[in-house]
Nanobody
Framework: QVQLVESGGGLVQAGGSLRLSCAASGSIFSIARRGWYRQAPGKQRELVAAITSGGTTTYADSVKGRFTISRDNAKNTVYLQMNSLKPEDTAVYYC?????????????WGQGTQVTVSS
């Protein structure tokens, strides 16, 4: 089992910045990739950014150049630095941990943290 706890959401004006944190505990050795997803009202959950255990990063086109994902292995924590925020970034942001084995994939999720960007 893996537990993911997010922090750092809030209300910010357009053009501002926020940093989200996701601390992991439990069987974290099983996680191949950690990432951030978001879900806005009436929309599907979408991948924002991800980082593999080897350090390879992936970003949604809509956040490239503005968001940065990073990890602190000593703290078992992944961060999402969000700069130049736009109203369309408003959503609930979820931390994700993906387990990948030969036979299956499994996703762990945090409880979500609200990010609201005002215009």
């Amino acid at each position: 089992q893996v537990q993911l706890v997010e922090s750092g959401g809030g209300l910010v004006q357009a053009g501002g910045s926020l940093r989200l944190s996701c601390a992991a505990s439990g069987s974290i050795f099983s996680i191949a990739r950690r990432g951030w997803y978001r879900q806005a009202p009436g929309k599907q959950r979408e991948l924002v950014a991800a980082i593999t255990s080897g350090g390879t990063t992936t970003y949604a086109d809509s956040v490239k150049g503005r968001f940065t994902i990073s990890r602190d292995n000593a703290k078992n924590t992944v961060y999402l630095q969000m700069n130049s925020l736009k109203p369309e970034d408003t959503a609930v942001y979820y931390c994700n941990g993906k387990v990948v084995t030969t036979f299956y994939e499994y996703d762990y999720w945090g409880q979500g943290t609200q990010v609201t960007v005002s215009s």
